[in-house]
């Protein structure tokens, strides 16, 4: 199962920087001119957890396989895309192939790259591209209650069902709120979600600053946090500069150049696990002398569900799972202590897993 998170933005504010620091690697054209991504470039990254070197020290494992994510560089968008300016129409589609946005937003001043829209306005720029979003959401929509009306006159009662929710939807982003926002009823969340809205796409800020302000952030990066903490988006500072010289150095060189630069982690660990957060992910573990593995799964997934993303059969022939907290597989130092005091729990089918529980899985043929 793949998880895509799209870095999206204003053409020259570093998404293609941003990405090639977080894939180590040089495939996205980083450059100082609008459209130098014209196809979305895809990075598998790894997500950062300690608790999988704990757990691989316990059960001795050979291996380790931490969770992955996907990133995807997509090219610049810009005032007009949803009427197909810039090749808005393309990168749009491209967005809609996403599960979750993270949008690079400029914080930093430099002369030697322009700016699209001739000011450095962090909070115009949010506009610009939010607004793009949802005017692309509203052509969608309408389009889609266009080809309901020949149905409406054949009194479709499915048909009429859409439509009117079609028109509670379009009355909601037309007064400027993105579709994430809106309360859906259980009934209708199948169809919200086949309608595939980029405004219902999990958000993330990402403010990309000069080297100085890695750490405290600037004026600029202030605005930001002020409007995501008012819009309930989560924000992340980088220097994307710095992140891309740190992710061509060594392990241990990385550690000695963070820690020259009074950082705890690299700001692409923040990013990755902030990624991993806002599509609402969480991570169970398999553990054993073979293998450490964590598998990443939606949160409030059911048991047999979860088995499915070791393989689709133990989903199918799911008996029930062996389960142990993560504090409980560290604090009996493994499967056997945990055992022996109790803290194995034998879960059925509508068991939901939670985030850090070490299972295995007894299924049938």
């Given at each position: 199962m793949?998880?895509?998170c799209g870095i999206i933005g204003l053409p020259n504010v570093g998404k293609s920087t941003l990405f090639n620091a977080l894939t180590q690697t040089a495939n996205a054209q980083?450059?100082?001119y609008p459209f130098c991504t014209i196809e979305p470039n895809i990075g598998e990254v790894t997500v950062p957890d300690s608790r999988l070197t704990e757990l691989s020290r316990i059960s001795k494992s050979k291996n380790i396989i931490p969770s992955k994510?996907?990133?995807v560089d997509i090219a610049g968008l810009v005032k007009g895309a949803s009427k197909g300016e810039g090749l808005g129409?393309?990168?749009?589609s491209n967005i809609r192939e996403t599960d979750a946005i993270a949008h690079v937003i400029r914080c930093f001043e430099d002369d030697d790259i322009t700016h699209v829209e001739g000011k450095l306005d962090p909070l115009s720029d949010i506009e610009i591209i939010e607004t793009e979003l949802l005017l692309a959401d509203?052509?969608?929509l309408e389009n889609r209650a266009t080809s309901l009306e020949k149905k409406l006159r054949s009194s479709d009662k499915d048909a009429v069902i859409i439509f009117d929710f079609i028109k509670e939807l379009l009355d909601f982003l037309n007064?400027?709120?993105p579709a994430r926002?809106?309360?859906?009823?259980t009934d209708l969340l199948p169809v919200y979600k086949e309608f595939n809205l980029l405004t219902s796409k999990p958000l993330l800020y990402i403010c990309n600053v000069e080297e100085e302000s890695t750490i405290t952030g600037n004026i600029l990066s202030d605005r930001v946090i002020a409007y995501g903490k008012d819009n309930q988006v989560e924000v992340v500072i980088i220097s994307a500069a710095i992140e891309a010289e740190i992710s061509l150095l060594a392990e241990d060189e990385k550690?000695?150049?963070?820690e020259s630069m009074g950082l705890n982690e690299a700001g692409l660990n923040r990013l990755i696990k902030a990624g991993y957060s806002q599509l609402d992910l969480i991570t169970y573990f398999t553990s054993g002398e073979q293998e450490t593995r964590a598998w990443t799964i939606p949160n409030k997934t059911a048991a047999p569900k979860a088995a499915g993303a070791i393989h689709t059969d133990f989903e199918k022939g799911f008996i029930r799972a062996e389960t142990i907290s993560y504090d409980d597989f560290i604090s009996f130092n493994g499967e056997l202590g945990a055992r022996e005091s109790g803290k194995m729990r034998l879960e059925g089918k509508e068991y939901i897993v939670k985030d850090g529980d070490i299972m295995h899985f007894r299924f049938s043929n």
């Open positions: 793949g998880f895509k980083a450059a100082n994510i996907n990133f129409n393309k990168f749009l509203i052509q969608n007064n400027g709120w926002s809106m309360v859906v009823s550690k000695e150049y963070l």
